[in-house]
């Protein structure tokens, strides 16, 4: 069993950055495959960014890279989402993800969700 919690939501103006963090319980968090997704109001669940257990792959949605990073501190149990050059519509409910897979990334645990709002 794996808890996640995230934090670091909030509101920025567009153009700003955050910085999201996730926490994990469990001593197995480097067995997992971390990710971040988002859901806006009234859309489905979407992926954002995801990293292998190392933290030497990863991947991310088309409308995100080059603006956000994913990373991982084994050490402490978190995974990072760092945000930068945000848009009005990157406002949404960020979710840390973990999924035992890879190639076929799947999640099996959830966070709670983050709230971040990007005014214009």
């Known amino acids: 069993q794996v808890q996640l919690v995230e934090s670091g939501g909030g509101l920025v103006q567009a153009g700003g950055s955050l910085r999201l963090s996730c926490a994990a319980s469990?001593?197995?968090?480097?067995?997992?495959?971390m990710g971040w997704f988002r859901q806006a109001p009234g859309k489905e669940r979407e992926f954002v960014a995801a990293?292998?257990?190392?933290?030497?792959?990863?991947k991310y949605a088309d409308s995100v890279a080059g603006r956000f990073t994913i990373a991982r501190d084994n050490a402490k149990n978190t995974v990072f989402l760092q945000m930068n050059s945000l848009k009005p519509e990157d406002t949404a409910v960020y979710y840390c993800?973990?999924?035992?897979?890879?190639?076929?990334?799947?999640?099996?645990?959830w966070g709670q969700g983050t709230q971040v709002t990007v005014s214009s």
């Open positions: 993800a973990a999924s035992r897979a890879w190639r076929n990334y799947s999640p099996v645990y």
């Open positions: 469990g001593r197995t968090f480097n067995s997992y495959a």
């Open positions: 990293i292998n257990w190392s933290g030497d792959s990863t």
